[in-house]
């Protein structure tokens, strides 16, 4: 029997209700989803796949603290950080030797050095050559460059920046160069947006917001806004204030720093 008109109605009402609501519970995921920035970063690809390939096994969790090795000269397999490997490799071609064949041509075109590093080793590296694709390898090489510190900014207030958020501890949050993707329950994106992501520019729309998130921790636009402040009051790890710890000169250095990491972004 047909619907009559109200019911009719009724139904289109509902049905269309019901597609807002998933259409708004799709929209809510994709914007709090961490993997859409995952995707778009060949560091944080490159963390998820040196973890999945087992590095951290050997040059511990993220790359930064190397399992003891007795025969080792330094007593421990390399870490990735603390300026290590300055004395493993020279440029980012060995970088990749490394990975692919787990020593550089420098090194094992001189078969009997080659030898004599590798039979006094209980831990050596191994080589993923067979089984990387070469943007794997890319996001790998892009990875290591962040938490080694490989590259120093070449513009001297950038190159000041860092000093800064290493005293400040900024990267304890925001991960090596800022880049890293720290999980932040009750958070507006339920992350730390990372400083090279597609989130900085809703987060800071100008030097005067920035300069106002490292001063206080939070900035008057998010504040005034009643769901905005919902967030910045519920996340559980908050941003700190430094006003009152910040040196002159420090947050133009920090500014500096930032936009060299943005302008190096892989994505």
């Known amino acids: 029997m047909p619907l009559r008109p109200r019911r009719f109605a009724l139904l289109a009402f509902v049905l269309v209700g019901v597609a807002l609501a998933e259409a708004a519970l799709l929209a809510v995921w994709a914007f709090r989803d ?3 920035i995952r995707r778009g970063s060949a560091y944080l690809r490159g963390e998820r796949l040196a973890a999945r390939l087992g590095c951290f096994g050997c040059h511990g969790p993220g790359g930064v603290k190397g399992s003891l090795d007795p025969t080792s000269p330094t007593g421990s397999v ?3 950080s603390g300026g290590t490997h300055m004395m493993y490799v020279q440029d980012e071609k060995e970088i990749r030797e490394y990975i692919l064949d787990g020593m550089p041509s ?3 075109e001189s ?3 080659g030898r004599k590093r590798l039979d006094k080793l209980t831990i050596r ?5 067979a089984l990387l694709t070469d943007a794997q390898l890319q996001d790998l090489v892009a990875y290591y460059k962040a938490v080694s510190w490989f590259e120093t900014p070449p513009d001297e207030a950038a190159a000041r920046g860092r000093d800064t958020a290493l005293r400040l501890g900024c990267f304890g949050c925001h991960g090596p160069e800022g880049r890293g ?3 932040n329950p009750g958070s507006f994106k339920g992350y730390i947006p990372p400083w090279d992501g597609d989130d900085w520019d809703d987060l800071v729309k100008s030097d005067a917001e920035f300069d106002e998130w490292v001063k206080t921790g939070e900035i008057s636009r998010f504040r005034r806004n009643p769901l905005a402040a919902h967030f910045l009051d519920a996340q559980q790890i908050k941003m700190p204030g430094y006003r009152d710890i910040l040196k002159p000169g420090e947050l133009e250095s ?3 720093l930032v936009g060299w990491v943005r302008s190096t972004r892989k994505g």
């Open 111 to 113: 078969a009997e050095e």
């Open 125 to 129: 590296m191994p080589a993923y050559r």
């Open 254 to 256: 920090l500014r500096s």
């Open 181 to 183: 993707l720290i999980i």
């Open 78 to 80: 390399p870490s990735w």
């Open 34 to 36: 961490p993997e859409r």
């Open 106 to 108: 420098r090194l094992r």
